[in-house]
């Protein structure tokens, strides 16, 4: 298995809604990222845990919350999201951790409109 | 600070070869990234090189790495309709205790006309 599974594929929710995305990976990858994408633009780092620690929150907004259960599977809890926040969520993950320079693996996205 | 650039756009004919470049400015970037993103995806990882190589094949793929001007291509032969998407550039960024992160470049719209 050699792929980064991400749940739902889209997801409309209102500004009140509460909703979770889910990823996974069975790589035995150490680190997992989440990412926002806004159209043709590039990737913007949100989080990364490692070893199932938080080790980098780039000063994402508080309505977003990471978890990590475990070394597989990733969620981010979402809660009173604004319009702006409408983007592609991508989630990566790599082998080593915080070790060092390693390559991340990106699951194909949760496509998440907030009306 | 840390910054990737690369063209917008690149539009080429099925079966000639396309070219991509991006420039990057840390110097200790371990390794450099290409990704391909097609419509409606997530990133693929298409290749990487390792920073102490000049350059890498893997079948229609070819990575040059240019380490005094910071430049690195990629170039695509016989490029296919399939091709068409959007290439982004990425490099690693180290900081100190919370291991590497990537830096990306805005992307390159590759588009294939037949």
């Known amino acids: 298995d050699t792929e980064v599974t991400q749940t739902p594929k889209h997801l409309v929710m209102g500004m009140t809604n509460k909703k979770s995305l889910k990823c996974e990976q069975h790589?035995?990858?150490?680190?997992m990222y989440w990412y926002k994408q806004k159209a043709k633009k590039p990737p913007e780092l949100m989080f990364v845990?490692?070893?199932?620690?938080?080790?980098i929150n780039e000063s994402v907004p508080s309505r977003f919350s990471p978890e990590c259960p475990n070394s597989s599977l990733l969620n981010l809890h979402l809660h009173a999201l604004q319009p702006e926040d409408s983007a592609l969520y991508l989630c990566?993950?790599?082998?080593?951790?915080?070790?060092?320079?390693?390559?991340?693996?990106f699951g194909p996205g949760t496509r998440l409109t907030v009306l | 600070g840390e910054d990737v650039e690369q063209s917008l756009f690149l539009s080429v004919r099925e079966g000639d070869s396309s070219v991509i470049n991006c420039t990057y400015t840390d110097s200790s970037s371990t390794y450099l990234y290409w990704y391909k993103q097609e419509p409606g995806a997530g990133l693929q990882l298409l290749t990487y090189?390792?920073?102490?190589?000049d350059m890498k094949q893997d079948q229609r793929l070819t990575v040059l790495l240019n380490k005094k001007d910071k430049h690195l291509s990629l170039r695509i032969a016989d490029t296919q309709t399939g091709d068409s998407a959007i290439y982004f550039c990425?490099?690693?960024?180290?900081?100190?205790?919370?291991?590497?992160?990537?830096?990306f470049g805005q992307g390159t719209e590759l588009s294939v006309k037949p």
């Open positions: 990566a993950s790599s082998p080593r951790g915080t070790g060092g320079a390693d390559t991340q693996y």
């Open positions: 845990y490692s070893y199932e620690k938080l080790s």
């Open positions: 090189i390792f920073s102490n190589m």
């Open positions: 790589m035995g990858h150490r680190a």
């Open positions: 990425a490099e690693t960024l180290m900081i100190y205790n919370q291991g590497g992160k990537l830096i």
